[in-house]
C-alpha cells in the first residue's frame, strides 16, 4: 500500500506560479514511477506530467510543455509539479498517482495503482 499526500495548491493570478507536492508512505516510493493529473469541471481526468522511477524520464502533455517541470526526490519520498506561467485553464484538482511501471513513465490512469486525495488549483485572469 502506499499513501499520498498532495500539498501546494491555491489561487494565483494568470502569469503567476506554484509548486505542488506529493509525499509519499509506505511501500518503498523509489519502486515507483509517479503522474500529477487533473481534473476540471465537466472536464475529464488527464495526465499531466509522469516521471519514471529514477527521475529519466519524464512525460509532459502539450498544453503545460515548457511551463511544467516534474521532479522526484526519491530520498524525500516526494514528487513536485512546478507550475510557470499559469493560464486560467489550468484551473483544476491536481492529484498525484503511483505506478507500479516504475520502470517505465506510465501515461494511462489505469496503469496507476495509487491516488492521492487531490489539491484544487485556481488560476484567475
Known amino acids: 500500500q502506499v499513501q499520498l499526500v498532495e500539498s501546494g495548491g491555491g489561487l494565483v493570478q494568470a502569469g503567476g506560479s506554484l509548486r505542488l507536492s506529493c509525499a509519499a508512505s509506505?511501500?518503498?516510493?523509489?519502486?515507483?514511477?509517479m503522474g500529477w493529473f487533473r481534473q476540471a469541471p465537466g472536464k475529464e481526468r488527464e495526465l499531466v506530467a509522469a516521471?519514471?522511477?529514477?527521475?529519466?524520464?519524464?512525460y509532459y502533455v502539450d498544453s503545460v510543455k515548457g511551463r511544467f517541470t516534474i521532479s522526484r526526490d526519491n530520498a524525500k519520498n516526494t514528487v513536485y509539479l512546478q507550475m510557470n506561467s499559469l493560464k486560467p485553464e489550468d484551473t483544476a484538482v491536481y492529484y498525484c498517482?503511483?505506478?507500479?511501471?516504475?520502470?517505465?513513465?506510465?501515461?494511462?490512469?489505469?496503469?496507476?495503482?495509487?491516488w492521492g486525495q487531490g489539491t484544487q488549483v485556481t488560476v484567475s485572469s
Open positions: 498517482a503511483a505506478s507500479s511501471m516504475g520502470g517505465q513513465v506510465a501515461v494511462r490512469d489505469y496503469e496507476y495503482n495509487y
Open positions: 509506505g511501500r518503498t516510493f523509489r519502486n515507483y514511477g
Open positions: 516521471i519514471s522511477w529514477s527521475g529519466g524520464s519524464t
